[in-house]
């Protein structure tokens, strides 16, 4: 039995975004064909995250380094360090959301803020950091309006760049992609995208 997260970044209703399409089918997918497993669902929007701040900070820091942490710092950290813990238990993620305004939606980098903790997911060494969450298997599943595999676009492209950017630092190689993109972009081929990205998801899931 398998521990499978799976990170929702999109509270859009699933019949207008297409990348909640996209999660929910690979989660269904996943599901059928991996019914020995523990899957557990963790919705960002519905977690109400606060914000990476001084205070939370200040708690990591002192956190990593077995410093008692003040009443403020404790309170904010031990919320941090919940997601963190339940993210390290996991033996495969799944993180669906979309590409909005070149990024990943502010709950997602909260989340990722989170993920990033000295001493748990890294640790700096004299050769530079080295992940310690390596081994884990994850699927980023994604929907981009506009076209940003390749060309000059690509390097304007800062969701699925950032999340796998921060999972490398984490140690966490084995990622596996979902993506429709361009479906704003040509209205003609809309259908066949979403289409084909909808039979990615299912065929992945079957064998992440
Ligand atoms: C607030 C917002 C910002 C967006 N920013 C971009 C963008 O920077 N580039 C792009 O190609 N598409 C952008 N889009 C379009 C989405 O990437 C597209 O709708 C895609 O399917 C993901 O969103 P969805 O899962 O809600 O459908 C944006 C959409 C919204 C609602």
Redesign the pocket.
Known sequence: MRKVLFVKA?N?PVE???????YETFLKSYVDSHPEDQVTELDLFQAHLPYLDATMINGAFKFSQGIPLTPEEKQVTDIATKYLDQFMAADKIVIG???????VPAVLHTYIDYLNRAGTTFKYTAEGPIGLASGKKVALI???????SDGEAAS??MAVNFVVRNLYLFGIREITKVI??G???SPKLRGKIIEDAIQLAVETAKTF
Not at 16 to 22: E, G, I, M, P, T
Not at 97 to 103: A, E, I, V
Not at 142 to 148: F, I, K, L, S, V
């Open positions: 999109n859009r207008q975004a297409v990348s909640v399409k996209l959301f979309p590409l909005w305004n070149l990024g994604n929907a981009r309006g506009g076209y940003y304007s492209e429709a993109e479906h704003n972009k």
